[in-house]
């Protein structure tokens, strides 16, 4: 019924304007079903950090060794559907996973990437079937270039200090307690949480010798010196290198 419809609003001259985007779809590739509640589908792109979608943006092009996030937006009218299948296919690289339900936001993210470190451009499509009316797709385009001319993933920046009640320091006595603090942030200077940093104090044993940072970026652990201590060496934060800094 809805394809009649559809074929009879096109045949008229007078509702030309209805007519184009009725038969020819939104001008911003996403298909819609034409209806009064018609449902959209939008795609874009986020940044990935730590192998989590992070911030929206622009750019379509990534470096070969980086990845990136396409994120689907499904609504029908105004409102946000949720519990929705979206599938997704790339032309180029791999996308992970394949299929995904939408979020109590509408929005469905997936990471494509490029394991082989091709040099090409390629198209990510999204779709989705809604019960009542025929399928949608929104797809867009993007290449991945050269390394260091798209988003890289730049070594993470570590910080430690000492802390004693709240104020910085850099000596402290037997028996009395300190946090050792270390802050790690990423390569726009934004806190990277979740992530497992391990502390060192000299010979001084630790316990416990690591925390997970906080969505500021912020680890820390407490410390009472003993008299074995005396000279205590300044802590430092592991920096990850050696695989003490992982996702959790």
Known sequence: MRLSKTLAVCSWALLGAIALSGCNGAADGTDTDGTTDS????????TVVNG????????LS????????????????????????????????TVAPATKLTNADG?????????????EAGTVTASYTPSDADALTAS???EFVGSGNGNTIATPKLSASILSSSALV???????????????????????????????AGSAVL???????????????????????LGG????????????IATK
């Open 39 to 46: 449902y959209s589908l939008t795609l874009g792109y986020k």
């Open 52 to 59: 989590k979608c992070a911030d929206s943006t622009t750019n």
């Open 62 to 93: 990534f470096a070969t060794d980086a990845s990136f996030c396409a994120v689907a937006s499904l609504k029908k009218g105004s409102s946000k559907l949720s519990g929705q299948l979206i599938s997704f296919a790339a032309t180029l690289g």
């Open 107 to 119: 929005v469905a993210e997936v990471i494509i990437s490029n394991p082989v470190l091709t040099a």
């Open 140 to 142: 867009r385009n993007y």
């Open 170 to 200: 850099t000596r402290f006595k037997v028996d009395e307690a300190v946090q050792l603090q270390a802050i790690l942030l990423d390569s726009e200077s934004q806190g990277i949480a979740d992530a497992k940093v391990t502390f060192s």
């Open 207 to 229: 316990n416990p010798t690591s925390a997970l940072t906080s969505n500021q970026g912020i680890a820390q652990v407490t410390y009472t010196p003993s008299t074995t201590d």
């Open 233 to 244: 060496k300044y802590p430092n934060g592991n920096s990850g290198l050696s695989g003490a």
